[in-house]
């Protein structure tokens, strides 16, 4: 059973388009975020939620919007592409703060 | 605030050697410390964590690392690396008052035969 699933794996969209990544966790965890891996591997988080609840929102632009509708899935919801966001996009989960991340495989989009 | 610093970005070493991934961090509450490994077209998984209690920390697939709270570092060890330790290591650190884990920029390990 995958523990943090994210679909789809790939995303090949253009400028503009609206588009949407899922994620679902099924290990109970009451925490999930998303993170943007760019092309030199580094990692920036982006959201989390706490049992559907906004907990951190860092400096991302008002076009990406989490919606959690349950504590197990969370998804990220992508207005007006640009090609600056080309990235890869991992959703995770925690049960607290001090206890590590489980990762999905992540997402691979790419704004033509 | 915190942050991690991953002072090689990349790491090339023969096959059976040792190796040191090496990483700081700063902090000005206590921290819990975390080291992930990402394998080409995969998510992160974790190698090994510090939360309290002993410095030296043993990991998975032979890897061990050791806290000190002097030097304010977290160095990743391994003994005899195989090809398939071939990856992205990423050092990361949480700390009170929030769900906010941080990343180091990650350290690519090449093994070479």
């Known amino acids: 059973d995958t523990a943090v699933s994210q679909t789809p794996k790939y995303l090949v969209t253009q400028m503009g388009n609206d588009k949407s990544i899922k994620c679902e966790q099924n290990?109970?965890?009451?925490?999930m975020y998303w993170y943007k891996q760019d092309s030199k591997k580094f990692l920036k988080i982006m959201f989390s939620y706490n049992n559907k609840e906004l907990i951190i929102n860092e400096t991302v632009p008002n076009r990406f919007s989490p919606k959690s509708p349950d504590k197990a899935h969370l998804n990220l919801h992508i207005n007006s592409l640009e090609l600056g966001d080309s990235a890869v996009y991992f959703c995770?989960?925690?049960?607290?703060?001090?206890?590590?991340?489980?990762f999905g495989n992540g997402t691979r989009l790419t704004v033509t | 605030a915190q942050s991690v610093t991953q002072l090689d970005s990349q790491v090339p070493v023969f096959e059976e050697a040792p190796v040191e991934l090496r990483c700081n961090y700063s902090s000005s509450v206590s921290v819990y410390l975390f080291w992930y490994v990402q394998y080409p077209n995969q998510g992160l998984q974790l190698l090994l964590k510090?939360?309290?209690?002993?410095?030296l920390v043993k990991g998975i697939n032979g890897f061990e690392a050791e806290f000190n709270k002097s030097q304010t570092s977290f160095h990743l060890r391994k003994p005899s690396v195989h090809i398939s330790d071939t990856a992205e290591y990423f050092c990361a650190v949480s700390g009170t008052g929030g769900f906010k884990t941080i990343f180091g920029a990650g350290t690519r390990l090449f093994v070479k035969a």
């Open positions: 995770a989960s925690s049960q607290e703060e001090r206890t590590p991340l489980h």
């Open positions: 510090y939360l309290s209690g002993s410095t």
């Open positions: 290990l109970g965890h009451d925490t």
